[in-house]
């Protein structure tokens, strides 16, 4: 099973991005997903999360800005990133595991760039 990110790019400060992370099989429904995102010189961390049951979860810088969703019919799962700071510069990761194991093993995308800046 491989996970396609995609959707990064540049925006300016206040715009909106969606990224979508395509799973080759369906995997979403039988497991959780989360984005990730690690800026130079800093840790990776949770951005969102989506389980199988669609219950959600979102990082205290993101919360009222981002939103995750998932498509199972499409094996795809999407954060729609409205409202950009500058400070959400980073390179932004899905992963799809057990809900106990997001984060840390199951399958990951490749990355996506996302740059916010005038």
């Known amino acids: 099973v491989q996970l396609q990110a995609c959707g990064g790019g540049l925006v300016q400060p206040g715009g909106s991005l969606r990224l979508s992370c395509a799973a080759s099989g369906s995997i979403f429904s039988i497991n959780a997903a989360g984005w990730y995102r690690q800026a130079p010189g800093k840790q990776r961390e949770l951005v969102a999360s989506?389980?199988?049951?669609?219950?959600?979860n979102y990082a205290v810088s993101v919360k009222g800005r981002f939103t995750i969703s998932r498509d199972d019919a499409k094996n795809t799962v999407y954060l729609q990133m409205n409202s950009l700071k500058p400070e959400d510069t980073a390179v932004y990761y899905c992963?799809?595991?057990?809900?106990?194991?997001?984060?840390?093993?199951?399958?990951w995308g490749q990355g996506t760039q996302v740059t916010v800046s005038s």
């Open positions: 992963n799809a595991a057990s809900f106990r194991n997001l984060g840390t093993s199951g399958y």
């Open positions: 989506i389980t199988s049951g669609g219950s959600t």
